[in-house]
């Protein structure tokens, strides 16, 4: 079973900032203290990612994961699908990106993952939106330095 857990921040710095932090995949590592390795796997016409293979470590869940990444609603919309991973047997999400004004992006995250074991409902939804929540603020603080 997956579910759909959803967070939203307000960050005070313009949109290009935002969507160069969130667009270059390889230095998540950086700024996000849940990802501990991004490794680009392959890339399209244009430069951008579109498989990346990240270790995970979002409090009691650790996982080896390969993300393929679509672009054809960005810079608005960056979405991603789990193609392969060690625990987990989905993790599709999106980063919504938008300008408030000339100096601060409303970012929502979207998350959707679903386990290899049984876990309660509950529990999951709860250990989602930890990482969302963490990952937003993590992203703020370093859009915003």
């Known amino acids: 079973m997956s579910d759909t857990s959803t967070g ?23 700024w996000s203290t849940s990802i501990k390795s991004a490794e680009i796997q392959s890339s399209d016409g244009e430069g951008r990612v579109t498989s990346v293979k990240l270790s995970i470590e979002a409090g009691v ?11 054809s609603n960005a810079p608005g919309r960056l979405e991603f699908s789990l193609s392969d991973a ?6 599709d999400g999106a ?11 409303k970012v929502t995250y979207e998350l959707t993952v679903a386990l290899s074991m049984p876990v309660p409902a509950m529990m999951r939804k709860k250990q989602a939106q930890m990482v969302i929540d963490l990952a ?6 370093f859009a915003e330095s």
């Not at 869940?61 to 672009?71: A, G, H, N, P, Q």
């Not at 060690?86 to 993790?91: E, G, N, P, S």
């Not at 937003?136 to 603080?141: F, G, R, S, V, Y």
Request: aromatic share 8%; charged share 35%.
């Open 8 to 30: 939203t921040i307000s960050i005070e710095a313009p949109v290009a900032r935002v969507q160069e932090i969130l667009f270059d995949l390889a230095s998540y590592p950086q």
């Open 61 to 71: 869940m650790k996982d080896r994961v390969t993300l393929d990444y679509d672009w």
């Open 86 to 91: 060690d625990l987990l047997t989905a993790m």
């Open 95 to 105: 980063y919504v990106i938008s300008e408030e004004d000339e100096e601060s992006t």
């Open 136 to 141: 937003l603020k993590e992203l703020k603080k």
